[in-house]
């Protein structure tokens, strides 16, 4: 079975752009977590879909939102980056929304803001 | 809100030798704890899953354990090869995990 893919790997954009990053979860899994992980927040929960609506949001200004699809993938989008944006971005794919599923990862895009 | 904490930050051992990470976290109202590994410029691998209604999961040279009364979390390496290392990295579930800083391990051949 495929794990969790995440497109595309490597990103570089400047200040005040906008990227949507875009991951496919594993066949069959539902529910979709994105997390940022910086050297020196290490790593932070951004936001989980499932069935296409967002049910929990991290601390993370308005500028990062997302979305998930009928098919389960999902994109995310950060407008006006900021140098501070610059982060691997991992997507989480698990069976069932909440804490109880085991949660896989994919292997991230990594963004940097010039 | 729930704070994860793992020690050592970094660990160097020779190869062969039995080792401890810790983790621990301020709120026991967790649904799981899982452990994962990072290796450089990678996502994160996951090792072992915990439900809180569990007290520990073994998986070939892994064992976890877990004390939510003293929101406490062990993972116990045995005889580490130098294909352990990697980051360890700790996270419990609620809504959306909450991630330790992780611990640093190197295996010296």
């Known amino acids: 079975k495929a794990g969790v893919t995440q497109t595309p790997r490597y990103l570089i954009k400047t200040r005040g752009q906008q990227v949507t990053l875009s991951c496919s979860p594993i066949s069959g899994h539902r529910s979709v977590s994105w997390y940022q992980q910086t050297p020196g927040q290490g790593l932070q929960f951004l936001f989980e879909?499932?069935?296409?609506?967002?049910?929990n949001k991290g601390n993370f200004p308005g500028r990062f939102s997302g979305r998930q699809f009928s098919n389960s993938r999902s994109e995310m989008n950060v407008s006006t980056l900021e140098l501070g944006d610059s982060a691997l971005y991992l997507c989480a794919s698990s069976l069932a929304p909440g804490g109880p599923s085991e949660q896989f990862f994919g292997p991230g895009t990594r963004l940097t803001v010039l | 809100k729930q704070e994860v904490t793992q020690i050592p930050a970094a660990l160097s051992v020779p190869e062969g030798e039995n080792l401890v990470l810790n983790c621990s976290f301020t709120d026991s109202a967790i649904y799981n704890l899982q452990w994962f590994r990072q290796d450089p410029g990678k996502g994160l691998t996951s090792l072992l899953l915990?439900?809180?209604?569990?007290r520990e999961q073994t998986s070939g040279r892994l064992n976890a354990s877990l004390d939510k009364s003293s929101g406490r979390s062990t993972l116990y390496i045995a005889a580490s090869q130098p294909g352990d290392s990697a980051t360890y990295l700790c996270a419990v579930g609620a809504d959306g995990l909450t991630f330790g800083k992780g611990t640093h391990l190197i295996i010296q051949p």
């Open positions: 879909y499932f069935s296409e609506t967002q049910r």
């Open positions: 915990i439900q809180s209604s569990q």
